[in-house]
């Protein structure tokens, strides 16, 4: 899988979300350049990682590393902390090799979850086309029967990818659509089935339930499966990102975030939070609308953006 | 685990603290100020925003006084959140109206935000409430089904939607749907567009051509309630190429604090005129800068509430409960009462949300919101004798008691525990909550009888759909 992830799309990843480390250095490096380690230092990179979403909390306690990494190192000019700090950003994101996860034998099967409009349909239409290009065959299911023309949009980008989709008309029963999708997976030698669902607050109780049945369904028809399930973070979100991860984990048991809209100036550090607090790794982000703007996460990229002053 | 997750809980921790030195020395109020700033920030209002708003307030704090006073703690709640109101008021909620119609409303923001959603929504309101003759006009020629989506809102709340298939651009679409519109005579022309980043120019110059061409009446800035600290950058970007009219706040009925409307009303200074509060086309509200402070400052959305239930709400049970709880005699005889009426209520989740202290009380209102739970509690407390129900201290003291009930209601040991800690807690923050009112604008006494769960209330108020039923989607 890695290959075709990376061939072109990581450099466009690159470009979009870095902007590059140069970059990075200039800006925040330029503000701190020959300036001594002083309280000041420490409140202007506060402010940069607050305004990178990275949360209260969490930026404490990259804060308090570091200080104590900069004692440690005997550290006196600013400049200097910036790639420290980029190591214990790194650090938190944690497991920074997490792949996608394939199922040995038989289809390996994906469920896309997460809030409303975070990009889940637009991912399992990129992750459609990116299969595809590796010969994978593939099978989509409509699992948002709810939003007036979720199908009839996962339809779409199945045409563009090139796959089916396996689906009911809109109000029938998410789960026997998902029921559907999984036999007509196996009957037919899928090997990725890409599994949308329609888009809910993780408050709403009763859609969580929901939720959860579509993830004991596939459970059962398929020992191991979902093999991943993504939850699809936008970047924009603020920390109520956090209480997503939260509760879809407990409904659906997320095996990883995928953070889309990091084409925007959004920088999506509750991503950090949700990694420490949940040990949830990113494993995908979205760059942009078109078909091919999604490339696997790199936490150095990722860590340069954020703490890039501007993007 | 943190103990105190919402602003109001910290705040409250923070003042009692410094209640409990006596007299306030201006660090005291930088202290306080401080956990306002961190509650501020995890509620997302943007950081250059939440340091302003500090200012303001320290500004004010000190000019009135309140170190001297002895209900200091109260006057800076009262401070805080009446300043928060202020930034977030002003008028709301009418769209405007062209002297010629049709009027034109265009909606614009970031992918995803929820603009399609709202278009319907807003002609749903225009139609039922204003009896108007709303077009919906399909310019989101990007997005794949975007047409198809409008035009199956506009099937469901029965209003024409005007597209054009093929390659038409917006601009075209735009312009023939004027001109369709004043030949049927429609009276408001709403635009949907398509999602953009603020940062990409060719798309935000397709929206300031589709404004010189249509002449918008009110150009609607539709914003997701759960946006972080980039909030301020898409709402000045949007403002200042387009000069926005208004805002919409999506998704307000997630669990966020919402502090994306603080950074942008500040941002565009324009009113937030509705708020979005459901999947639903009638999911859309007038938005209230007062709830909106209290959400904010996780206090609860009481005021919501309590309009919800005030037709229905029973003066005298209501101010006997308020006595019962500034008192700290709220019992398990209480709450069963009130377990009881609010099962009328409706999506119980919904309704919990809106309660002070829920931030507290997640378990809580997790298996509250489950029936299942909530028949299990309700069996638990019917084992309990009448003693023990007005003295539930009895329980927490006796295993023995303990088992018994559990036995009793077919439930374990560990439930009871359990409902006894939400019980306390619950007691807690309501005692808290009450010390409040006394000092602000009343919030206890205007919540009356709502008690922990609306006690006194009769009927199902109008828009809480029925429990009961197993689609989900009924419910949304
Ligand atoms: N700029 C940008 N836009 C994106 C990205 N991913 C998705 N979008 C856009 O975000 C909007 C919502 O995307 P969807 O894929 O429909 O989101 P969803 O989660 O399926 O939405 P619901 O099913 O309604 O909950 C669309 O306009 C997408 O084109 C991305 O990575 N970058
Ligand atoms: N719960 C809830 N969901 C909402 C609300 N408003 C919109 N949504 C949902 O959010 C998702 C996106 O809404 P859309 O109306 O498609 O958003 P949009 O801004 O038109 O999206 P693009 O056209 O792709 O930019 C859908 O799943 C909607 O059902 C709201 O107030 N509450
Ligand atoms: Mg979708
Ligand atoms: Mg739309």
Same mark, same amino acid.
Request: proline share 3%.
């Given at each position: 899988m890695e290959g075709v992830w990376q061939v072109g799309l990581f450099d466009r990843f690159r470009q979009s979300l870095g902007k590059t480390r140069e970059l990075f250095t200039e800006r925040l490096a330029s503000v701190l350049k020959r300036r001594k380690i002083d309280e000041g230092v420490f409140e202007e990179l506060e402010e940069v990682l607050l305004s990178a979403d990275v949360g209260f909390a969490t930026c404490e306690d990259l804060l308090l590393r570091l200080r104590r990494e900069s004692k440690r190192r005997g550290l006196e000019s600013a400049d200097e902390l910036l790639p420290v700090l980029r190591g214990a950003i790194v650090e938190l994101l944690g497991d920074s090799a997490a792949p996608v996860a394939e199922s040995a034998d038989g289809p390996t099967v994906i469920l896309v979850v997460g809030v409303n409009g975070a990009g889940k349909t637009t991912l399992v239409g990129k992750l459609a086309h990116m299969y595809r290009a590796q010969g994978k065959r593939v099978l989509l299911a409509a699992g948002d029967t709810f939003r007036a023309a979720a199908v009839e949009q996962l339809v779409a980008w199945g045409e563009r990818a090139?796959?089916?989709?396996?689906?009911?008309k809109t109000g029938s029963d998410a789960a026997a659509v998902i029921f559907d999708a999984l036999q007509a997976a196996k009957s037919r030698g899928i090997d990725v089935l890409l599994c949308d669902t329609a888009g809910r607050l993780q408050n709403k109780q009763h859609l969580m339930d929901e939720l959860n049945k579509v993830y004991r369904v596939i459970n059962r028809e398929i020992p191991g499966a979902p093999h991943e399930v993504l939850l699809v973070l936008d970047a924009t979100t603020g920390q109520n990102g956090l209480q997503q991860a939260k509760v879809f984990r407990e409904a659906a048991r997320v095996t990883g975030v995928a953070l889309t809209k990091l084409d925007s100036t959004a920088k999506g550090g509750v991503v950090i939070a949700v990694a420490r607090e949940l040990g949830i790794p990113v494993k995908l982000v979205g760059v942009g609308e078109k078909i091919d703007d999604v490339a696997l996460f790199a936490p150095e990229d990722f860590a340069s953006a954020l703490l890039s002053a501007d993007k | 685990m943190h103990v105190f997750d919402t602003l109001s809980d910290r705040l409250q921790a923070t003042f009692r603290r410094l209640r409990g030195k006596g007299r306030l020395s201006p660090d005291d109020v930088k202290e306080a100020l401080r956990e306002v700033r961190r509650a501020l920030?995890?509620?997302d209002v943007n950081h250059v925003v939440a340091r302003e708003f500090i200012d303001r307030v320290q500004e004010r704090a000190v000019g009135q006084e309140i170190l001297q006073s002895l209900s200091a703690a109260q006057q800076v709640v009262k401070i805080v959140s009446?300043?928060?109101? !202020?930034?977030?008021?002003?008028?709301q909620s009418r769209l405007a109206r062209a002297a010629q119609p049709p009027t034109v409303v265009m909606l614009v923001g970031l992918q995803g935000a929820g603009k399609t959603t709202a278009i319907a929504k807003l002609a749903r309101l225009l139609k039922t409430s204003e009896h108007r003759r709303p077009l919906l006009v399909a310019a989101d020629v990007y997005r794949p089904a975007a047409v198809t989506q409008l035009q199956l809102l506009g099937e469901q709340i029965g209003t024409p939607v005007f597209a054009l298939t093929g390659d038409a651009l917006p601009h075209d679409i735009v312009d023939q749907a004027l001109a369709h519109a004043r030949r049927a005579g429609n009276d408001y022309v709403l635009v949907d567009?398509?999602?953009?980043?603020q940062v990409d120019s060719a798309m935000m110059e397709e929206l300031r051509d589709l404004k010189a061409l249509a002449a918008p009446q009110e150009i609607l800035l539709v914003v997701d309630a759960m946006t972080g600290q980039d909030a301020i950058s898409v709402a000045q970007e949007f403002h200042r190429v387009l000069g926005v009219t208004g805002v919409i706040l999506s998704k307000m009925d997630s669990d966020t604090r919402g502090g994306a409307a603080l950074t942008v009303r500040h941002a565009t200074g324009c009113p937030i005129k509705y708020v979005g509060t459901s999947e639903r086309p009638?999911?859309?509200?007038?938005?209230?800068?007062?709830?909106?402070?209290?959400?904010i400052l996780g206090m609860g959305d009481v005021l919501s509430l309590i309009e919800k239930a005030q037709a229905t709400v029973d003066e005298g049970q !209501?101010?006997?409960?308020?006595?019962?709880?500034?008192?700290?005699?709220?019992?398990?005889d209480d709450f069963l009462a009130q377990l009881q009426q609010v099962k009328n209520l409706g999506p119980l989740d919904q309704l919990l949300g809106m309660l002070p202290g829920m931030g507290r009380m997640k378990q809580m209102k997790e298996s509250a919101a489950d029936t299942g739970q909530l028949k299990k509690v309700e069996a638990i407390i019917l084992s309990m004798s009448r003693e023990e129900r007005g003295r539930p201290e009895l329980i927490e003291k006796s295993?023995?008691?303990?088992?018994?009930? !559990?036995?009793?209601s077919g439930t374990q040991v560990k439930d009871v525990n359990q409902l006894l800690r939400q019980f306390g807690e619950m007691r807690k923050v309501m005692k808290q909550f009450s010390g409040f009112g006394k000092g602000g604008r009343g919030a206890m006494k205007g919540m009356g009888g709502m008690g922990p769960f609306g006690g006194g209330m009769k009927g199902g108020p109008r828009d809480f759909a029925p429990r009961g039923g197993s689609r989900g989607k009924k419910r949304r």
């Open positions: 090139g796959v089916d989709v396996v689906r009911q | 920030l995890e509620a009446e300043e928060l109101t !202020a930034l977030m008021g002003g008028e567009t398509a999602g953009r980043l009638d999911g859309l509200e007038p938005f209230y800068p007062d709830r909106m402070a209290s959400r !209501a101010r006997e409960l308020e006595q019962k709880l500034l008192r700290n005699e709220f019992t398990f295993a023995t008691r303990r088992m018994r009930i !559990a036995k009793g």
